[in-house]
């Protein structure tokens, strides 16, 4: 089991900034990969950014050198820099861990989700 505690979002102005905070319940080195989606009112849920446990990342082209993702190790976390932002950004942005046992099975964890709102 991993509980993902988000923290971070809330409005502000198109070309204005906001970091994102996901903090895991275990170690981060036990989490095959942990991440950010999003979901815009009507739309999908689509993938943001990931990093894996050995610190590969993967962005949307969306959001590629817009958005930042980076890990403090020590305090389990992972943070999602996001700056230019669009008002096409406004959406509920949840944080994601993917978990992959010895056997193969994989298992999903999300956080309750975070608004980020940007104004025009």
């Known amino acids: 089991q991993v509980q993902l505690v988000e923290s971070g979002g809330g409005l502000v102005q198109a070309g204005g900034s906001l970091r994102l905070s996901c903090a895991a319940s275990?170690?981060?080195?036990?989490?095959?990969?942990m991440g950010w989606y999003r979901q815009a009112p009507g739309k999908q849920r689509e993938l943001v950014a990931t990093?894996?446990?050995?610190?590969?990342?993967n962005y949307a082209d969306s959001v590629k050198g817009r958005f930042t993702l980076s890990r403090d190790n020590a305090k389990n976390t992972v943070y999602l820099q996001m700056n230019s932002l669009k008002p096409e950004d406004t959406a509920v942005y949840y944080c994601?861990?993917?978990?992959?046992?010895?056997?193969?099975?994989?298992?999903?964890?999300w956080g309750q989700g975070t608004q980020v709102t940007v104004s025009s």
């Open positions: 994601n861990a993917l978990v992959v046992t010895s056997f193969g099975y994989r298992y999903d964890y």
């Open positions: 275990r170690s981060i080195f036990s989490i095959n990969a």
């Open positions: 990093i894996t446990s050995g610190g590969s990342t």
